[in-house]
C-alpha cells in the first residue's frame, strides 16, 4: 500500500527549464525548443517509468505571468504570439494560449520575451500516481504505522474540514462516503441555476471538469481507453483515495479512513482510464481554493511541469495544505532536475524555504 506524502525536492532554479527573470537571469530559448521537440518524441525507457512520461497537447501553452500583468499586456500577448488566452489559472498567475500547432516553439519563443513572461512550457498529460493490485491492498497496514489508532484516542476528526480530492471521481453513493460528501450550501439542488454566482451550475456536490458537469461520480465505459491491458483501471482511484482520508470509521462496514469527521469535496479532472492534462488539473486546484478547501489532496504524477508552482501557491496563500503523491514512479527525487516530478516537486520559488 502506498503512502501518500507531502513531498519536497530541493531545486536550483538557474537549472528550471523555460524559466526567465529580468534581473539577468535568462534559460536560453534553445532549452525551449528542446523541452517542445523532445516532449514529442519517444523517450529513452531508462528515463522514467512508462506511467510518468507524458506527451505534450499540440497548440496549446501554459505562460507563467507576473501578479501585477496589466490587462493590455496580455492583448500584447497574444497579438505576438498569435495565439489566444483561453484560460487564467492559478489567481491568473498561468495564462492557457492557444497558439497554431505548427508555430507553437516560434510562439513560446515570442512568449518569452515579454517582461511580464516568467516561463512558458507545453501543456502536458499527467496522470492518477498508481494503485497496487495485490491482494493484501486492503489490509491498511499504514495505520499503526503512522499510529493512527493512538490519535483516534484523542480525537477522530472535524466535520468543518473540507478535504478537496483532485482525481478520477468519487462514488457519491459508496457507504463510507456518502455521508461524508460536501454539500455546497449556496447551491438549490437541480434547479438550472448557479445560484452562488461561482461560474457552476448546480455544483452541490463538488465538480467534473472532465465532462464539464456537475456529476463528480465516476463513470467506467467498459473500454480500455488508454490501450494498457486494464479496462477501466483507475475508475476507482479518486474513491479509494477519499476513502484512505475520511472513510466512515468505526461502523462495521468497509475500511476506515484516518479521519472519521471531515468532507470530501470531489473534483473529477481524470477520466475512467488514461490522463489528464496540466491545465485541467490546475483549474481542479483552483475550483478547490474558490470553494474554501482546506486540504487540497493531488494523488498523482507527471513530468515535471512549472505551472503547478503558482498553483500550489494560490493555495497556500489561501490557507489551504496540499498534499502530493510521491515514490510510485520508482525515482529517486534529488537536486537534479532529469528526477524531478510534478506536482510533488514544485516546492515554491525559494527551494528549500517555501
Not at 492557444?98 to 512558458?120: K, N
Not at 497556500?316 to 516530478?341: K, Q
Request: aromatic letters at 4%; a negative charge; one cysteine or more.
Amino acid at each position: 500500500m502506498m503512502i501518500e506524502i507531502a513531498g519536497r525536492c530541493i531545486r536550483n532554479l538557474e537549472a528550471a527549464v523555460g524559466r526567465i527573470t529580468r534581473r539577468g537571469l535568462m534559460v536560453p530559448v534553445a532549452l525551449l525548443a528542446a523541452l517542445l521537440v523532445a516532449s514529442a518524441l519517444p523517450q529513452a525507457a531508462e528515463a522514467a517509468p512508462e506511467r510518468m512520461r507524458g506527451g505534450i497537447v499540440p497548440g496549446r501553452l501554459l505562460v507563467g505571468v507576473r501578479e501585477t500583468m496589466r490587462p493590455a499586456e496580455v492583448g500584447i500577448l497574444q497579438m505576438v504570439t498569435g495565439g489566444q488566452v483561453k484560460k487564467r489559472l492559478a489567481g491568473g498567475r498561468v495564462l492557457v494560449v492557444e497558439v497554431d500547432e505548427m508555430q507553437t516553439m516560434a510562439a513560446g519563443t515570442r512568449a518569452l520575451a515579454h517582461p511580464d513572461v516568467l516561463f512558458v512550457e507545453p501543456d502536458r498529460m499527467i496522470y492518477p500516481a498508481l494503485v497496487p493490485d495485490d491482494p493484501r491492498y486492503p489490509d491498511q497496514w499504514h495505520l499503526p504505522k503512522t499510529r493512527a489508532p493512538e490519535a483516534w484516542d484523542v480525537a477522530q476528526g472535524s466535520a468543518n474540514v473540507v478535504i478537496a480530492v483532485v482525481d478520477t471521481g468519487v462514488d457519491l453513493d459508496h457507504p463510507d462516503l456518502a455521508e461524508k460528501i460536501f454539500t455546497n450550501p449556496g447551491e438549490v439542488p437541480d434547479n438550472g441555476v448557479d445560484d452562488d454566482g461561482n461560474g457552476f451550475v448546480d455544483d452541490v456536490h463538488g465538480w467534473d471538469f472532465q465532462n464539464d458537469t456537475n456529476n463528480p461520480n465516476p463513470e467506467p465505459d467498459g473500454v480500455d481507453d488508454d490501450n494498457n491491458g486494464h479496462t477501466d483501471d483507475q475508475v476507482d482511484h479518486g474513491t479509494l483515495v477519499a476513502g484512505l482520508a475520511a472513510a466512515v470509521g468505526n461502523n462495521s462496514f468497509g475500511v476506515a479512513g484516518i479521519d472519521w469527521g471531515a468532507q470530501i469535496l470531489p473534483i473529477q479532472v481524470f477520466p475512467d482510464d488514461g490522463g489528464s492534462t496540466v491545465s485541467q488539473v490546475i483549474e481542479g486546484m483552483d475550483y478547490a481554493v474558490m470553494m474554501g478547501a482546506d486540504i487540497l489532496n493531488l494523488s498523482i504524477g507527471g513530468d515535471y511541469a512549472q505551472s503547478f508552482t503558482p498553483a500550489i501557491k494560490s493555495a497556500w496563500d489561501a490557507g489551504i495544505l496540499v498534499v502530493a503523491a510521491a515514490g510510485n514512479s520508482g525515482v529517486e527525487l534529488a537536486d537534479s532536475e532529469v528526477t524531478w516530478e510534478s506536482p510533488v516537486c514544485n516546492d515554491g520559488p525559494t527551494p528549500g524555504v517555501d
